[in-house]
């Protein structure tokens, strides 16, 4: 009797995981679709839609990664991405001590001008990278998105310090140097200011001439002081002429 008791419970059992596991496949699956779709609808550039897709397929299962990624790119490209925070502020609590999503979700503080936030968070993502590898493709920018909050705030040193280690991770995007380059402008390093926007303009970034040329006022007049050519302006000349003239004339008068 007790053989037969156990016997219809493990049935039971079975039928439960298998009912269970069909019902996941079919969440996994709609998961998947909606992703594709929301894939398709980016080529056709309906960002919000693409957005409202991977948030689906995030409600049919959240432990699926490209769902997040496809959400981000949607997002940015949309230029949506301080909507899609709340989604991101609950993948960080799903995927325990993880860099990307971290960096995501800095990226969503730092597009509602929250900087001091977006350092933190990632601080955090650099903090968990380093454990799994510098190797993975999104590192660098980890590096070079907190350099461009510390800009915004001004804290300069921090900003160029980031800017050169994302530069040793990957040293193909012209946009971190030009933004090294306005780093080292505000610390006053003029000359290797103008070099590092040449280099930005050279991989091929237009604005970089545009810095080069806006600035390049301020970089003559700091190689005038280095060289000490400064030259007086013509009214100052004048202006120091006439008053010699005017002394000389009341000496004379008084003689």
């Known amino acids: 009797m007790k053989k037969i008791i156990y016997l219809f419970i493990f049935t039971i059992l079975c039928l439960n995981t298998y009912s269970q596991d069909n019902k996941n496949k079919e969440k996994l699956f709609k998961a998947v679709q909606h992703i594709k779709s929301a894939e398709k609808l980016m080529l056709n550039l309906r960002y919000m839609e693409a957005i409202k897709e991977c948030q689906s397929a995030i409600k049919q299962d959240s432990s699926l990664r490209s769902s997040y990624r496809v959400m981000y790119k949607a997002a940015f490209y949309g230029r949506k991405l301080d909507m899609v925070m709340p989604d991101f502020q609950k993948a960080v609590t799903s995927f325990k001590k993880d860099d990307e ?90 000359s290797e200011a103008r070099q590092t926007w040449e280099k930005a303009y050279r991989m091929g970034l237009p604005i970089a001439k545009k810095y080069i040329e806006e600035y390049s006022n301020n970089l003559e007049l700091v190689e005038q002081i280095k060289t000490r050519k400064i030259e007086e302006p013509e009214e100052e000349k004048e202006s120091k002429k006439e008053k010699k003239r005017k002394r000389s004339s009341k000496k004379n008068k008084k003689s």
């Open 101 to 190: 999503m971290l960096y995501y979700l800095g990226k969503t503080y730092e597009a509602k001008l929250n900087f001091s936030e977006a350092i933190k968070v990632y601080s955090d993502a650099i903090k968990y990278g380093k454990l799994r590898g510098e190797l993975f493709l999104l590192v660098y920018d980890y590096y070079a998105s907190r350099a461009n909050c510390n800009l915004a705030l001004e804290n300069y040193d921090k900003a160029l310090e980031d800017y050169s280690y994302a530069i040793k991770l990957r040293n193909d995007k012209a946009i971190i140097f030009a933004n090294m380059g306005m780093a080292q402008f505000n610390l006053k390093l003029f």
